[in-house]
């Protein structure tokens, strides 16, 4: 049996003290996901790393409240508030999704304070692609 050579830190790789709370981003991307059920706030770089994100659920809303525009609003000013202690100033949004919340979403990303450069939808829409599903009868 072979003994395991104790390692003199705790950490894996060696690295010192956190990397959250080292890194400046200036300049960002925030990508809103707007479904029916839920809102999906994610903040990355330029160079698309994620740097904060949040959603409906994981700000405390649980099932049907997740698709409403408040949870929305809620969850992208939990994922910006870190991102502006970080220093962020200016930003892009991408909105895709046709959910209740992408307009609450939008409204809470501009009273953050951080200037937006553009705002895109991104909302995939086919050419006439696949056949749609039939319609439900309730």
Known sequence: MIKPIPRISSRRNGRIGSRKTGRRI??????????????????????????????????????????????????????????????MQRAEVMIKGPGPGRDAALRAIRRSGILLSFVRDITPMPHNGCRPPKKRRV
């Open 26 to 87: 200036p300049k960002g991307i925030i990508h809103v996901q707007a479904s029916f059920n839920n809102t999906i706030v994610t903040v990355t770089d330029v160079r698309g790393r994620v740097v904060s994100w949040s959603s409906a659920g994981t700000s405390g809303f649980k099932g049907a409240k997740r698709g409403t525009p408040f949870a929305a609003q809620s969850a992208a000013v939990n994922a910006i508030r870190t991102v502006v202690d970080q220093g």
